[in-house]
């Protein structure tokens, strides 16, 4: 996989390379200009465009715009901006000639600013990718949260997980291991099938790339309707950087506390009038305040953007990921309760491995049949591989001894989707619709090894030696690392697919009706296993001996009432299925359960648009959750968990608040809180979790608020300040309590609030950022289960350099 992405770089380099020389041979021209007020200052970000081309930039903080490598021939230049009339030009351009323009708009510095500000396009009214159609937001009647490329760029983010301390109603449970981090929405895991990048199903293994994303869109709630087989809490979509028609690009060093070391690069720009590229790139190489852990990453993302016409395109992107990192499971438990060791102390083996590549390729087409009709067409591959190799669960008796036995695994997923989305508007009786009609697939395959020590006989299992965790002497009493061979690889393949309808009538100004159903299929074969000596294989048993076929219908409804053009009130229902393991008591595969959603919410545009506050209320309910049997079929007590019944039932109730703006300008917040009660309503009466107790992993509370003020004016121009602070709230880690006490309990954690200070200047084309993390040094932790207790990183530095062309 590695060495396929690679050649793809150097034949996409090759490419560019190709074409600069061509360039270079047709000798083209340029024209540069600068825009400027009535006042006579200069007119920043006014778009400047080559009509009848794909050529377009915006004037810089000068009123300066350039476009080079502009071949010869006669063209139309055009300007304009938010609320101002479009002015052109004629321009003749010459082989090798440098045509100079000066524009002088009506309007003052003063009056331009206003009117952009006017202008401010509210979150609310902007179409987000995840909803597959043009529908702006305030007229979706769930919540949605989409966090930009300022906030990316101002917070300094590197990680998704940072980028989600930003969405409010979405929080970190747990980071296992420091090989996967968990996150809850709304109560729910989100799992690999609810996270997606450019709108196709992702690994979140190895910790996906964000310091070069454009965005991240959130979908609250049920997504069912769109992506089938997802949990109930929310669905993430990365979208990346695209190509652009004009050549920029920025080269940027990032450096901070513990040896953090990572250059940034991103170069675009056009090959020719139809296509252009755009190649992203970080290295990234890291220490940490944990002892014995550092991490090393490299990421790569090219892309092509192909105009075939002015109704259809072709964007070809693809990303490489190589992150190797000491596994890390924290500090341990003694007795079910946090180890007294310090933030630093590391108690995993001192050579424990963590390795993982991560590959995609998509290929995504928009074909426009009219201004009415949209075709969409998404092809995607993503590869990942696992190898793993180390101690687990540092969990101590009371006296705090561990006893550390080996994990040794490795894991290789392969994965295609295929996804095709027809969008439309028409009217039927003087009603107006906008429908999307779509279909999809996914192929999985994963593919799990097993390995055995060295050893006569073969051994699969290795007991590493006691530790004492109120012991730190006796942590790393050995250093050396046994010697493993592949014994078996387990293939476990996966087929889903499913087609949808959904429907937006609008009856009036004020009444929209959002209504669609999903029907969503899924093939589960059963696994081979395949000695990796003998070759000999074995397929694995179930009670019909043949593949687990699952299917089950999505639908949605909400009605939406806007009295005014801000304010958005409306009521959904959506489900979504998911799937469950075992068998029922007749030893038949388990059905899905089925989820059911409502929601209440309002969305609010304030200040002509320059605040948004949004308010949402929900409760789901899953009264079909399966839990081991009480009793077999022939009435003898059952001791299988593999043989389940749906007697089981859970609710999660919650609330929302959202805060983004642009009062003035230069000013960026946003912030928000959020309340969740996630619980078992019903288990069984003597074995089953105690009805009422939160879930483990989910938080009650949450709050997040982040500003950045950049000055425009004065001496103190380009001079940016800001500040985040993030709060989460009570939670519990171990495991919930059992009727009959037979869990090991739970652990109780307490809330707590980090604060992140930030300071920056930019000037010309060079700008640094700061940031002191944690001001306060305050110590936490998110446990997983009883075992992984990772604190939360204390009082950081970190700073960016970047040079911007």
Known sequence: MKNIYLSTVALLFLILGGSSNVVAQNKMGSISGIIKTSDGKPASHISVTLKNTTRFTQTNQEGKFVFKNVATGNYVLKISALGLAPIEKQVAVDNESTVSLEFSIAESATQLNEVKIEHYKSPNNKAVNLGKVAIPAKDLPQAVQVIGTQVIEDQQINRLGDVMKNVNGVALGANRGSVGENFFARGYSLGANNVLKNGARTTIGGSPEASTLESVEVLKGSAALLYGGVSGGAVVNMITKKPKFEYGGEIAMRAGSYDLYKPIADFYGPISKKLAFRVIGTYESAGSFRDHVDSKRIYINPSLLYKISDRTEVLVQGDYLKSDFTPDFGIGTVGNQISPLGRNVFVNTVWAYNKTNTGSAQANINH????????????????????????????????????????????????????????????????????????????????????????????????????????????????????????????????????????????????????????????????????VETGAKTISVNSLNKSKIEHAFSPKFGLIYQPIKSTSVYVSYANNFISNTGTDIFLAPLDPSIVDQYEVGVKNDFLDGRLAANVTWYRIKNNKFAQMAQFKADGAANADATIKEFSGATASDGVEVDLTGTIVKGLNFMAGYSYNYMRYTSTLPVTGIVEGERLVGTTKNTANASLFYTFQNGGAKGLKLGASAYYTGNRLGGRNTTKNNSSSGIIPLGAFTTVDLSAGYSWSKFSILTKLSNITNELNYFVHENYSVNPIPPRQFVATLSYRF
């Open 368 to 531: 426009q049949f009219n201004e009415n009709w949209k075709l969409n067409i998404i092809a995607s591959y993503q590869g990942y591989t696992r190898n793993y190799f180390g101690a687990e669960r540092p969990f101590g008796n009371a006296s705090g001894i561990i006893k550390r036995d080996l994990t040794r695994s490795r894991i290789n997923e392969r994965t295609f989707n295929e996804q095709l989305n027809l969008n439309g508007k028409f009217e039927t009786f003087g009603l107006k619709h906008t429908v999307v009609i779509g279909a999809d697939a996914d192929q999985s395959n994963t593919t799990n090894g097993a390995f055995y020590y060295d050893g006569n006989p073969k051994k699969t299992t290795y007991s590493y030696g006691d530790v004492n965790l109120l012991d730190p002497s006796t942590i790393n009493a050995r250093t050396d690392m046994p010697q493993t061979n592949l014994l078996t690889n387990t293939v476990v393949p996966l087929f889903r697919m499913g087609s949808f309808v959904q429907d937006l009538v609008a009856l009036s100004d004020q009444f929209k009706v959002l209504a669609g159903v999903r029907w969503s299929f899924q093939k589960t074969p059963r696994t081979v296993t395949t000695n």
